[in-house]
């Protein structure tokens, strides 16, 4: 799963260099809508299959055709209000974007089903072949597309192909469910999937409102120079926080009687997570010129501020995603719909507020809303995962504590090799290779356990066996 999340933004950052400011405008505001399917389609009613301690071929075909439905229906909308939206956002080139990508939601509705099978059997390897042959196929016809100069339509080639591939590789690997009607199924599926739809479409405002309100007040171009910043504060939440996401939602529904291991993974997690986001992220916050420079190109240097705004936001998005796990495991979803208002209530009137001082008085709002959030989002996981908001505090001090002198030393190194023009990505290795080296001497130096916890819990969080139960006796496992 981490080598389909780098593929991703590979293949993001060459597209991105190879279509410039303006194009990738179009590209970006199309993926609020790639965005809004995935959120709806992935995220919601396949999780029951996962969630429901007895699954019956029952339960998988009314998921199955629910979701091929609604997929249906929002490739319908699409068609019919893409010029709407177009007009919006102000970007005019969008419409026929929006109806080529109509594809995409048919797709993923009738994959999900398929994908929650083997995410419920852990059977990662599986999941991890089909996601990554879809990821790499899907992004070299993009980049072939680009090459042909087709403009922002690449990124339309990208989307459907992968999910045209992926959509065949699941039904190899999971099967096709029958049809059928049940009852049973569907009111299931109405009490646990409805509010984690519910809290999803919440968390997906939230998340995407900023886009929609710079695309609207301060233009497409202005819409590029905060969407790739946002794409790199994602990093560290799509390759470890949804990453361990993944792996986490069907352990925490298999020993959802077991509180203690409910709480010991999950702090676990975060502990992890936390010992490679800080020092990274915090990293590209200090170098952001350099490396905004070294991946992107000098066009796209205005979006280093943002880059610098969001980096925080980053950290504590990625230390908070597991909680999603912990909701769905524990089939606690009411719980997570009811705590999405609050960001919403917050963070939106925050991106309004920074509309004053262009995209990175937006990324500065936004990073302080996350902030004055994020104790009281801890406080209601641990309310069901069973731990205090000082535990959360305890798991991620360590990285903490180690990263600050490291990004202090690089931020001297940065100083002084730019005012001796040094190229960007030469002050950018050595910045980060500063980082990484004071990191460790300082964590080996103060929590030589948990530096030693950390290197075996990154390679077996990346195989899933980190998080596995306990083989129960007699199973045969």
Same mark, same amino acid.
């Given at each position: 799963m981490i080598v389909r999340q780098f593929g991703r933004l590979g293949f993001a950052v060459v597209l991105a260099r190879l279509l410039g400011p303006t194009d990738f405008g179009v590209a970006a505001a199309a993926t609020v809508y790639i965005s809004l399917t995935a959120v709806l389609l992935e995220a919601g009613l396949s999780s029951s299959i996962v969630q429901k301690p007895e699954l019956r071929p029952q339960d998988e075909g009314v998921t199955f055709w629910t979701l091929a439905a609604i997929g249906l229906a929002m490739a319908g909308v699409t068609v019919l209000f893409s @010029?709407? #939206? &177009?007009?919006?956002?102000?970007? !005019? @080139? /969008? =419409? !026929?974007? %929006? #109806?080529?990508?109509?594809?995409? !939601?048919? %797709?993923? =509705?009738v994959s999900n089903?398929?994908? *929650?099978?083997?995410? +419920?059997?852990?059977?990662?390897r599986a999941m991890a072949i089909t996601e990554i042959g879809g990821t790499l196929a899907g992004g070299v016809l993009g980049l072939v597309a680009a090459e042909l100069g087709m403009r922002y339509w690449a990124l339309v080639v990208q989307q459907v192909g992968t999910d045209l591939i992926v959509l065949v590789l699941w039904f190899a690997a999971a099967g096709l469910p029958r049809i059928v009607v049940d009852r049973e199924a569907l009111r299931y599926l109405r009490t646990f999937g409805l509010p984690l739809v519910g809290a999803q479409l919440i968390g997906y405002s939230t998340r995407n409102i900023d886009n929609v309100v710079v695309s609207r007040f301060l233009g497409q171009t202005a819409l590029s120079y905060y969407t790739v910043p946002y794409r790199i504060m994602l990093i560290p939440v799509s390759l470890l926080g949804n990453v361990a996401n993944r792996v986490a939602f069907p352990v925490f529904a298999r020993v959802q009687e077991d509180p203690d291991r409910v709480r010991s993974v999950f702090l676990r997690i975060t502990r992890v997570i936390g010992l490679v986001v800080l020092p990274s992220m915090a990293g590209i916050a200090v170098l952001a010129d350099d490396f905004?420079? $070294?991946?992107? =190109? &000098?066009?796209?240097?205005?979006? *280093?501020?943002?880059?610098?705004?969001? &980096?925080v936001t980053g950290i504590l998005q990625s230390l908070t995603t597991p909680g999603g796990s912990v909701f769905m495991g524990l089939g606690r979803a009411d719980v997570s719909f009811r705590w999405a208002w609050v960001p919403l209530t917050f963070v939106v009137p925050a991106f309004f507020l920074g509309l004053p001082w262009g995209v990175t008085g937006v990324a500065t709002a936004y990073t302080i809303a996350t902030v004055l959030l994020t104790p009281f989002l801890v406080r209601a996981i641990g309310r069901v995962a069973g731990f205090r908001l000082g535990s959360w505090v305890h798991a991620v001090l360590p990285a903490f504590i180690s990263t600050m002198p490291a990004v202090a030393a690089a931020w001297v190194v940065h100083i002084v090799l730019r005012q001796h023009d040094v190229p960007a990505v030469v002050t950018l290795i050595a910045g980060m290779g500063v980082v990484l080296a004071g990191y460790l001497i300082f964590l080996r130096m103060f929590f030589? @356990? %948990?530096? +030693?916890? =950390? /290197? &075996? *819990?990154?390679?077996? /969080? $990346? $195989?899933g066996k980190l998080l596995r139960p306990a083989p129960q006796p007699g199973s045969g496992e």
């Open positions: @010029d709407q #939206i &177009a007009a919006f956002l102000e970007v !005019p @080139d /969008l =419409g !026929p974007v %929006l #109806i080529a990508l109509a594809a995409s !939601p048919v %797709l993923k =509705g089903v398929a994908a *929650a099978k083997l995410q +419920r059997g852990l059977r990662f905004v420079e $070294t991946v992107f =190109g &000098a066009q796209w240097l205005p979006s *280093a501020p943002v880059v610098q705004a969001l &980096a030589p @356990d %948990l530096f +030693r916890e =950390g /290197l &075996a *819990a990154a390679r077996l /969080l $990346t $195989t």
